[in-house]
Nanobody, 114 residues
Framework: VQLQASGGGLVQPGGSLTLSCVAS????????MGWYRQAPGKEREWVAH???????NYLDSVKDRFTISRDNVKNTVYLQMHGLKPEDTGVYYC?????????WGKGTQVTVSS
């Protein structure tokens, strides 16, 4: 299984970005896909995840600003981010959890700065 994330960049506070992550390889019908982020000097933190059924969960600090979605046909998970704040800056990683195994992609950098 391989995960490829994209969509990061530099954005001003209040701006928006959409991240994408495509999973390839043997992907089971039942799985969880999610996003984590790691700010400089901090540990990686969970941001959101979405079950193959469509159920979602969010970190409280992003709940009203970020939306996670997925396309099960394309094995792709998205993270729409609005109202970005400097504290959202970090490397964003996508994760796939299936059959008790975790898979990670290389991160994509998100920088929120004026």
């Amino acid at each position: 299984v391989q995960l490829q994330a994209s969509g990061g960049g530099l954005v001003q506070p209040g701006g928006s970005l959409t991240l994408s992550c495509v999973a390839s390889g043997t992907i089971f019908d039942i799985n969880v896909m999610g996003w984590y982020r790691q700010a400089p000097g901090k540990e990686r933190e969970w941001v959101a995840h979405i079950h193959s059924s469509g159920n979602t969960n969010y970190l409280d600090s992003v709940k009203d600003r970020f939306t996670i979605s997925r396309d099960n046909v394309k094995n792709t998970v998205y993270l729409q981010m609005h109202g970005l704040k400097p504290e959202d800056t970090g490397v964003y990683y996508c994760e796939l959890l299936q059959d008790t195994k975790n898979y990670w992609g290389k991160g994509t950098q998100v920088t929120v700065s004026s």
